[in-house]
C-alpha cells in the first residue's frame, strides 16, 4: 500500500483547460487530493510522488524532488520522452479505447474522403465543371498504415470493415488476422510500393523523425494519396511540398504540422492538393482519460506498482 500523498497536475494550458481537468480528474478519483501545479505550496510540492500532466513545463517538474511516475492525459509523448530523457522517472501515456475508436473514425471518415476523389469534385465545383470520375472499389484501393500500435490497429480494423485492404507497418513483426503486415525498412519500402492512401500513425521519435523523405515518398505509386494524424516532423516537409506540386501524390490530408497552430504564411493552407485540419483527428476525451489515470492511480496505492508504458530508450 503506497502512502497517500497530495498528486500534482502540472500543464501549460490555460487557466480554463487546468480547471476543467481538475475537476474530471477529482470526479474520477475523490480519494486523492489533486492540485494544481501553481496551488501546491513547497511543503506540498516535496510530498508529491505523480504527477499527472497535459504539456507540462518540464521546469515545474524538476521543482518535485520527490517525482517518480508522471502520467499524461495525451497519447503522444515526444515532448516528455524529450525533456525526461535523464530524468529517471517512470512515464504513463494515455492509452484509452475512447481515443483508438475517435481516431478509427478519423481515419476511416478521410480515406473515405480521399477514395471518393472529394477534394477533386470540390474544385469542379468551383470550376462549374461536370466531369465525373470512373469509380473505384475499396477493395481496390490499397491503405498503408505506418504504426500499428492502439490507434494504427483499431483504424485498419475500421478501414478493413469498409473493405479496404490494409497493410500496418510496425517496429516488431506483427501478426493481426485479416491484414498484411510488415516491418523493417524492406518492409515498408515494399508497403510504400503497394499503397494507395497511406495513413501515419507513428510516435515522433529519433527514428521516425524525417523518415518520410522524398526517397521514400517517391517509392509510393502515381497518384497515391496521404493522411497523416501522428506528428508533423514525420515527413520532410520539403519533399511533401514536392511531391505535391510534382503531382506525384495527388493529395495530402495534414493534421499535424511541425509548428502549431500552423504559422498563417506556410505553404499547406493555400496548396490545392492539401486539406488542413487543425491537430482535430482525436481529442483526449476527458472523462475517460481521467477514469483511466485513476484506475492506474489507485493499482500504484494498492500494489505500489507503477504501469509505466513509455520506454525512453525506445522514444515511445
Ligand atoms: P503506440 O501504441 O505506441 O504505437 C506506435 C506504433 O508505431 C507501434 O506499432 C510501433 O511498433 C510503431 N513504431 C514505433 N516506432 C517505429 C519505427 N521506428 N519503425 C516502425 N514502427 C514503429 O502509439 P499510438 O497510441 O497508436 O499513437 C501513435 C501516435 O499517434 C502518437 O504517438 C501520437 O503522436 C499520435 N496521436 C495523434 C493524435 C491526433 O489527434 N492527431 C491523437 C493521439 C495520438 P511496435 O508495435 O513494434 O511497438
Given at each position: ?13 490555460d ?14 478519483m475523490?480519494?486523492?487530493?489533486i ?8 511543503t ?6 505523480v ?10 517538474l ?6 517518480q511516475?508522471?502520467?499524461s ?18 512515464i504513463?501515456?494515455?492509452?484509452d479505447?475512447?481515443?483508438a ?9 478521410w ?17 462549374r ?51 498484411q503486415?510488415?516491418s523493417?525498412?524492406e518492409?515498408l ?5 503497394q499503397t ?5 500513425l507513428?510516435?515522433?521519435t ?9 526517397a ?18 514525420i ?12 503531382g ?6 495534414l493534421?499535424v ?9 506556410a ?10 485540419l ?15 489515470v485513476a ?16 520506454d525512453l530508450?525506445?522514444?515511445?
Open positions: 500500500m503506497s502512502a497517500v500523498t497530495p498528486i500534482a497536475f502540472v500543464s501549460q494550458g487557466a480554463a483547460s487546468v480547471a476543467a481537468w481538475l475537476q474530471c480528474l477529482r470526479a474520477a475523490p480519494e486523492e487530493e492540485l494544481a501545479f501553481g496551488d501546491l505550496d513547497e506540498r510540492r516535496a510530498q508529491c510522488r504527477a499527472i500532466v497535459a504539456n507540462p513545463d518540464p521546469a515545474q524538476k521543482l518535485l524532488p520527490q517525482l511516475w508522471v502520467h492525459v495525451w497519447a503522444g509523448v515526444e515532448r516528455l520522452v524529450a525533456d525526461l530523457d535523464q530524468s529517471g522517472l517512470q504513463t501515456r494515455l492509452v479505447p475512447r481515443l475508436a475517435t481516431m478509427a473514425e478519423a481515419v476511416l471518415a480515406t473515405l474522403y480521399l477514395h471518393r476523389d472529394m477534394p477533386y469534385y470540390a474544385r469542379q465545383q468551383q470550376a465543371q461536370w466531369q465525373p470520375l470512373d469509380y473505384v472499389l475499396p477493395e481496390q484501393r490499397r491503405v498503408g498504415i505506418l504504426g500499428l500500435g492502439a490507434l494504427g490497429e483499431a483504424a485498419a480494423a475500421a478501414l478493413r470493415q469498409a473493405r479496404f485492404p490494409v497493410t500496418g507497418w510496425s517496429r516488431s513483426a506483427r501478426s493481426i488476422p485479416g491484414m503486415t510488415c523493417g525498412m518492409g519500402a515494399q508497403m510504400l510500393a494507395d492512401i497511406l495513413v501515419c507513428l510516435p515522433l529519433t527514428q521516425t523523425r524525417g523518415l518520410l523523405d522524398a521514400r515518398l517517391a517509392l509510393l505509386p502515381p497518384d497515391a494519396q496521404l493522411i497523416n494524424f501522428a506528428r508533423g516532423p515527413i520532410d516537409d520539403a519533399a511533401l511540398h514536392q511531391a505535391l506540386d510534382a506525384q501524390l495527388r493529395h495530402a490530408v493534421d504540422f511541425a509548428t502549431e497552430p500552423l504559422p498563417a504564411d505553404w499547406p493552407w493555400s496548396h490545392p492538393a492539401v486539406t488542413v487543425p491537430h482535430c483527428s482525436a481529442p483526449t476525451d476527458s472523462g475517460t482519460a481521467s477514469s483511466i484506475a492506474n492511480i489507485r493499482h500504484y496505492r494498492k500494489t505500489g506498482e507503477i504501469l509505466a508504458n513509455v530508450k525506445r522514444g515511445y
